[in-house]
């Protein structure tokens, strides 16, 4: 059953000029952003500001989890022209601070390790100063892709937990809690002062309780920086809601959070590269010489 919005999950109506304007720059350099192809409710405020998190090796994802819009298949092959329109992109929409995320690319030897490099690069390459938050699958664990990103030096390695353990089944079916936090430890096992993210999304049907246990998990593997966001399901085809999370709610979470010693962005609207920039600001002042840069 898909359930009535509270009044905490009101958007205002967008800038639609600057909106279009980001969304023309997007369809001229032919890039896919995870705002559009995941139904974000924060594309309109995102876009707006000229920022958006782009989803590179195409549109279509080899999974299918059941919280996601991202279409599922076949994948095309790799567009090797991908990172030299990416890097473009964020010089013309000015970006002092990138995410770049993908599809799960099962079906790549590297399952696209390669392309996160060549974009990291790109971005550098044309925009001295600018900050990269990538955002990955999970390589399906392999230390050798895993470690070939590290070793390029995106300023954030992301990679989302996306619900508590007893859930997977439910709606991350081919993936493996023990696999994603051990990629948040194998980053910082290859350089430890890489800042590492995860995310989660509330909502969904757990317990307080498991909320916290991912919290400790997290930061069992290292984990600096936390996101905790309302899941809202992006069309009838997904996984309904089981409850909506009240802001009240979630500041508890960032305290408990914070006290566990994590960088957090919670609230309701909240998702992994919701405002990134400004949470990244706050890590730096927080975890001081342990970043990279
Ligand atoms: S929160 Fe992230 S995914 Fe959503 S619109 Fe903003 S940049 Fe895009």
Redesign the pocket.
Known sequence: MHRRLPVWLKKKIPDMKQVEETRDILKRLNLN????N?K????????SRH???FMILGDICTRNCRFCAVKHGIPSSVDINESERLGKAVSELGLKYV?VTSVTRDDLKDYGAGQFVDVINSVRRHNSGTKIEILTPDFKGDEACITQVVQNKPDVFGHNIETVPGLYENVRQEADYGMSLNLLKMIKKVNSKLVTKSGIMVGLGETREEVLGVMDDLRDVGCDLLTIGQYLSPSKNNTPVAEFITPEMFAEYKKLAEDKGFVVASGP????????NDLFAVAKQTLGNNLIN
């Open positions: 952003t995870v705002c559009e995941a974000c409710p924060n594309i309109g405020e995102c876009f920022t958006a998190t995410v609207f909240v998702r992994s590269s919701y405002k990134a």
